[in-house]
Structures are given as C-alpha cells and as structure tokens.
C-alpha cells in the first residue's frame, strides 16, 4: 500500500507541476541542436501568448518527489530550449503549441499538425539520487 502511494505521488506530482505551468503558448523552432540519432533539443522563440518568468524554478520549490522537473531550458521567451527524442521529425521554422490545461504539445508545418505529445512525456526529470530523496524529505517535514 505504501509503494502504491509512494508511485501515485509521483503521477500526481508531474500533472501538478503541468497544470500549475498554466503553459498557453506557440513558438517557432529557430534551429535543432542534435545530440544522436534523434535526440535533440529543439531551440525555439515565442510566437504567441506568454511565459511566466522564473514559473519552472518556483513550482521546483514545492516538489518533493522528484529533484527537480524542467520542460524548458534557457531563457524563456527570448530563446528556450525543449527536449525530444524524436527531433527527426522537426524542421526549422516548424510551430510548437503547449498547453498546460490539455497536457500537450502539439507541432505544426505550415499549419497543419505533424506530430503530437504530451508535456508529462517531454518533462525533464532530474532526479535525486534515493539517498538525496530521503534527506530532502525529511528536511521538509
């Protein structure tokens, strides 16, 4: 029963963090930073709605199962950087849409949608190691 808990907080954690992101917004894929085969980071710009500054690192601050989550990397809205395992499906000047409310992530070419995800799929999950799970842990209550 505890394991079951324990894992259930966890689901629970990551759809918190996706919902509390209120992310409603497109962005254009300005370049693909190419690490293998298909992993890449996607390098794009904001093309409408809006982004909170600093939104990610203060919702990290109320995780506890996870060390730390991220969906995008760099500096939102100038340039931001999202990860995908499937970035041989991407091109430059390729649209992007997230939405927080729908757990997606949806892509477009000339506006008609290519390929699909969810946000929970694209987090960043960085982390503790269990030892450094259980001290934060215990620090929190």
């Known amino acids: ?11 629970d954690q ?3 963090f996706i919902k509390e992101l209120r ?11 190419h690490f ?8 794009c710009h904001l093309t409408k709605g809006q982004i909170k500054d600093g939104i990610e690192d203060s919702l990290n601050e109320f995780v506890t199962h996870y060390g730390h989550l991220r969906l995008l990397l760099g500096k939102p809205p100038e340039q931001m ?5 499937t970035s041989n499906k991407y091109k430059v000047g390729d649209s992007v849409c997230l939405r927080s409310t729908e757990d997606a992530i949806e892509f477009f070419r000339y ?13 960043d999950v960085r982390g ?14």
């Open 1 to 11: 029963m505890v394991v079951y808990r324990e894992a259930n907080n966890l689901v």
């Open 14 to 16: 990551k759809e918190w």
């Open 23 to 33: 992310y409603d917004f497109s962005a254009q894929i300005d370049s693909i930073d």
């Open 36 to 43: 293998d085969n298909s992993d890449a980071y996607l390098i």
């Open 81 to 85: 950087r999202i990860w995908t395992r």
């Open 111 to 123: 506006g008609r949608i290519i390929d699909q995800t969810t946000m929970n799929k694209a987090l």
């Open 128 to 141: 503790w190691t269990p030892d450094q799970y259980f001290r934060k842990k215990a620090k929190n209550r």
